[in-house]
């Protein structure tokens, strides 16, 4: 019973389902398997003559999932379409790729019963192969990772950019104050860092800030740590769950190991080589304070660093 | 009397209930995980009076499965989540060891599924106590601002009747809860009544 609708009577339709790259079976309401396309011959091993009239769980030398089972049952119960996606069964019927790896086919399915003119129901269906839109969603997926990562990396020095701190400050102050930890911030100022671009140009100066970069990075031990940089030769550091002594002693260890990078300075008012300043401060349990006040603290204690006399560490507290 | 009386709610609402009970043992099944889903309260309204207090789903972004039954009568029927606990459903489905970045590739077919299986579960048990035969499109999902989904319900010409029921799914006891619509013509809806009092008649 071919609706003329869709094509014209005499239609070879054995061409047409065999043609379609897509599975397609029907069975009867007792399952017995009255359709097989080439495609499903092709993926599953198993030709139609030999699974018509047969129950179709013994087309598959495995048994079929249950859940797969009770979906026919319920699309023929229900007389309703039932979907199954791949996401919840990634591999209902024991089909393979037929390209050189042979690896199963990753599936969705579409059950739709179908009311025959005598009134019984059968039911259509139909085996899509996912697993290149699964490829291609996991492409999608990785350049957008990627470009995550660009949005909130500083491209000279790969320490996170202004953006991205910001953001995670936010969150990080939140958490403190509802779970009562301290929360510490370090800013970092690279001392006559104009002069030393104007005498060594800009070049030089790019690499002395990926120097300091550095430094700060290998002083950093904890995953939950993160510094940014915050300007051109401005950094900030967040400290979670750090006390204001060990936020100090990180301080100090960093100001140390730039000093001890002895990258020369002929230019700095203070020292033959590259210095900075760093201020400290942190937000003790049950201070209520915002994050823009927090962080203007910090800036006071770079800026009394810098007062005191540069290439040293200040803490000023709340 | 162009509306459903709270008779006809009452009894819509034990039969959906059953429907729920099916959707759930479905569930189970496909998540090896006792899933429990119920409908506790159910409303019904003109399709203008909807809005944000009535929907009563407190978030701008929402996830819709839609399918359309037709039959003794039509019905655009949807289930309805806040795309945060689509996502949560979705990851106590798959297991918690996929990241969210992976689900969200997995949501749209995921959540046609998962919808299908309940909207299906509601329907057919009412076909079943009204004794009707219904039939249905293909389910499609949609994630839509609150405000535009509202909008269009509103707007929409067709419909002018709407039924709103409340769902509480459990899944590895977390707890969501959804709504399920249903948006009828005067004539669908007029229809409907007449089956429910004939069904009511004989009981």
């Given at each position: 019973?071919?609706?003329?609708?869709?094509?014209?009577?005499?239609?070879?339709?054995?061409?047409?389902?065999?043609?379609?790259?897509?599975?397609?079976?029907?069975?009867?309401?007792?399952?017995?398997?009255?359709?097989?396309?080439?495609?499903?011959?092709?993926?599953?091993?198993?030709?139609?003559?030999?699974?018509?009239?047969?129950?179709?769980?013994?087309?598959?030398?495995?048994?079929?999932?249950?859940?797969?089972?009770?979906?026919?049952?319920?699309?023929?119960?229900?007389?309703?379409?039932?979907?199954?996606?791949?996401?919840?069964?990634?591999?209902?019927?024991?089909?393979?790729?037929?390209?050189?790896?042979?690896?199963?086919?990753?599936?969705?399915?579409?059950?739709?019963?179908?009311?025959?003119?005598?009134?019984?129901?059968?039911?259509?269906?139909?085996?899509?192969?996912?697993?290149?839109?699964?490829?291609?969603?996991?492409?999608?997926?990785?350049?957008?990772?990627?470009?995550?990562?660009?949005?909130?990396?500083?491209?000279?020095?790969?320490?996170?950019?202004?953006?991205?701190?910001?953001?995670?400050?936010?969150i990080q102050m939140m958490q403190a104050q509802q779970q009562h930890t301290t929360l510490s911030l370090i800013m970092l100022d690279v001392d006559y860092f104009k002069n030393y671009n104007d005498h060594y140009g800009h070049i030089a100066g790019d690499s002395a800030i990926i120097a300091v970069a550095n430094c700060i990075r290998s002083k950093l031990q904890r995953s939950s740590d993160l510094a940014a940089r915050y300007g051109g030769e401005e950094f900030v550091i967040m400290l979670p769950n750090s006390t204001p002594a060990v936020a100090q002693s990180i301080a100090e260890n960093i100001r140390k190991a730039v000093t001890d990078l002895k990258i020369a300075h002929i230019n700095s008012m203070i020292a033959s080589h590259i210095t900075v300043s760093l201020g400290v401060s942190s937000c003790l349990p049950g201070v209520k304070v915002d994050t823009v006040t927090f962080l203007k603290n910090t800036d006071?204690?770079?800026?009394?660093?810098?007062?005191?006399?540069?290439?040293?560490?200040?803490?000023?507290?709340? | 009397?162009?509306?459903?009386?709270?008779?006809?709610?009452?009894?819509?609402?034990?039969?959906?209930?059953?429907?729920?009970?099916?959707?759930?043992?479905?569930?189970?099944?496909?998540?090896?995980?006792?899933?429990?889903?119920?409908?506790?309260?159910?409303?019904?309204?003109?399709?203008?009076?909807?809005?944000?207090?009535?929907?009563?789903?407190?978030?701008?972004?929402?996830?819709?499965?839609?399918?359309?039954?037709?039959?003794?009568?039509?019905?655009?029927?949807?289930?309805?989540?806040?795309?945060?606990?689509?996502?949560?459903?979705?990851?106590?489905?798959?297991?918690?060891?996929?990241?969210?970045?992976?689900?969200?590739?997995?949501?749209?077919?995921?959540?046609?599924?998962?919808?299908?299986?309940?909207?299906?579960?509601?329907?057919?048990?009412?076909?079943?106590?009204?004794?009707?035969?219904?039939?249905?499109?293909?389910?499609?999902?949609?994630?839509?601002?609150?405000?535009?989904?509202?909008?269009?319900?509103?707007?929409?010409?067709?419909?002018?009747?709407?039924?709103?029921?409340?769902?509480?799914?459990?899944?590895?006891?977390?707890?969501?809860?959804?709504?399920?619509?249903?948006?009828?013509?005067?004539?669908?809806?007029?229809?409907?009544?007449?089956?429910?009092?004939?069904?009511?008649?004989?009981?």
């Amino acid at each position: 019973m071919m609706p003329h609708s869709v094509a014209p009577q005499g239609y070879d339709w054995a061409q047409l389902f065999n043609a379609l790259n897509t599975g397609i079976i029907l069975v009867d309401s007792k399952g017995h398997v009255l359709l097989w396309n080439d495609w499903m011959s092709r993926h599953s091993g198993v030709n139609s003559e030999q699974i018509l009239n047969h129950h179709l769980s013994d087309a598959f030398s495995e048994t079929l999932p249950k859940s797969f089972i009770a979906a026919i049952n319920r699309a023929l119960s229900t007389r309703l379409p039932v979907v199954l996606s791949n996401a919840l069964h990634k591999f209902p019927l024991p089909l393979f790729s037929t390209a050189g790896s042979g690896e199963r086919i990753s599936q969705s399915i579409v059950l739709s019963p179908l009311k025959q003119a005598q009134g019984e129901l059968i039911c259509l269906i139909q085996v899509t192969d996912s697993s290149t839109s699964i490829k291609r969603e996991k492409m999608l997926r990785d350049h957008s990772e990627l470009h995550k990562k660009d949005a909130s990396t500083d491209p000279l020095t790969g320490l996170y950019n202004r953006r991205f701190f910001d953001a995670q400050y936010a969150i990080q102050m939140m958490q403190a104050q509802q779970q009562h930890t301290t929360l510490s911030l370090i800013m970092l100022d690279v001392d006559y860092f104009k002069n030393y671009n104007d005498h060594y140009g800009h070049i030089a100066g790019d690499s002395a800030i990926i120097a300091v970069a550095n430094c700060i990075r290998s002083k950093l031990q904890r995953s939950s740590d993160l510094a940014a940089r915050y300007g051109g030769e401005e950094f900030v550091i967040m400290l979670p769950n750090s006390t204001p002594a060990v936020a100090q002693s990180i301080a100090e260890n960093i100001r140390k190991a730039v000093t001890d990078l002895k990258i020369a300075h002929i230019n700095s008012m203070i020292a033959s080589h590259i210095t900075v300043s760093l201020g400290v401060s942190s937000c003790l349990p049950g201070v209520k304070v915002d994050t823009v006040t927090f962080l203007k603290n910090t800036d006071l204690a770079l800026y009394a660093a810098k007062q005191k006399g540069r290439n040293q560490v200040q803490y000023l507290p709340l | 009397m162009d509306k459903l009386t709270d008779l006809h709610l009452d009894a819509l609402s034990e039969v959906f209930n059953i429907g729920a009970g099916r959707a759930a043992a479905s569930l189970s099944e496909i998540v090896a995980e006792e899933v429990k889903l119920s409908v506790p309260s159910i409303e019904f309204r003109k399709c203008a009076e909807l809005n944000a207090k009535v929907l009563s789903l407190d978030q701008s972004q929402l996830g819709v499965v839609k399918q359309k039954f037709s039959g003794a009568f039509t019905a655009d029927a949807s289930l309805l989540f806040t795309e945060e606990s689509a996502l949560e459903i979705m990851r106590d489905m798959m297991g918690s060891q996929i990241s969210i970045e992976e689900l969200a590739e997995f949501e749209q077919e995921a959540m046609c599924e998962l919808g299908n299986i309940i909207l299906n579960a509601c329907l057919s048990a009412m076909a079943d106590m009204l004794e009707i035969e219904l039939e249905s499109s293909l389910p499609s999902y949609t994630v839509s601002n609150s405000d535009d989904y509202i909008q269009s319900i509103i707007g929409g010409e067709d419909q002018t009747y709407i039924m709103i029921l409340h769902i509480d799914l459990e899944i590895e006891r977390r707890q969501v809860n959804g709504r399920l619509i249903f948006l009828f013509s005067s004539s669908s809806l007029s229809t409907l009544r007449l089956q429910i009092d004939t069904f009511l008649q004989k009981i």
